[in-house]
């Protein structure tokens, strides 16, 4: 049984630098994976072995634990992701879920701005001040980029090309992308080099190096109450309002996947249903027959 999970172990460790995969990732497939060996052994089959027949029987089961359906598609897709390594280093033959149906998690779909509500809150520093520089620029940065919070956080003076108006980031996996922004977003990273200390490596330093996270969600809470902005948005949200502008405006899907820096393009289409929702609604407000 220890040989199993130690070759387990060995297969994930692979993967994950084929991958890029993070420790947490690796983590959570190796839990997953492990909770997967241990139902099957009880059959006699093993995470390397096990047929269809055992997965099916173990997503039945996982279905009787009253999982989410959230939770039964992540173990699926970790499952999904083994069984096709395994064929593909030709440890297997097959791949046992080739007719298995997907497990449709529930759709969550993100919190978002508005564009009227997104200038709104871009308008609200006091640019008068040197703070409201600062604040100005990482609010335009957080929404003419996409970037993740603690990818802005890290982000170093070194990691700006004016020239060409992009922007490196190191993200999820230690995976490195080059972002693009706008005009707006550069006159205001202009005006904020400016004024801008630059005693550190960082574009926007906190006490002890990098901005911390808890101060940029505060910064964004701040102005979403001056700007009458309900319920408070986390800077996250900007990352989606960045999506679904977007797409909104006619952009490609794997474009945005690429900008957004997703593995998988799934997870970037969650912004095509926030659009087809906003549709929808408009299509309900405006529509004679809409709340009938």
Known sequence: MQDIKDNIDGILQRMAMLYGWSKLTVVAYRNDLL???DFVATSGASAFDAD???VSAYLKHLQQQMLSSSSIQRKRSA??????YLQNEKLRADFPMQDMMKVMPSLHLPKHLSEDEVESLLAAPDVATKRGIR????????????????ELAGLKWAN????????RVIGKGNKEREIPYGDMAEEWLMKWMEVADKKGIYLFSGAAGAITRQTLWSIVNK???QAGIYPLPSPHVL???FATHLLNHGADLRAVQTLLGHENITTTEIYTHVSRAKLHEEVNKAHPMGKR
């Not at 700006?160 to 922007?167: A, D, H, V």
């Open 223 to 225: 102005y979403a109450k």
């Open 79 to 84: 499952m999904a992701t083994w069984f096709h």
């Open 135 to 150: 604040d100005r620029c990482l609010l335009e940065l957080l929404y003419a980029t996409g970037l993740r919070v603690s």
């Open 52 to 54: 269809a027949s055992d």
């Open 160 to 167: 700006i090309n004016r020239r060409q108006k992009t922007l």
């Open 35 to 37: 909770a997967m060996h």
């Open 239 to 241: 990352r989606h309002a």
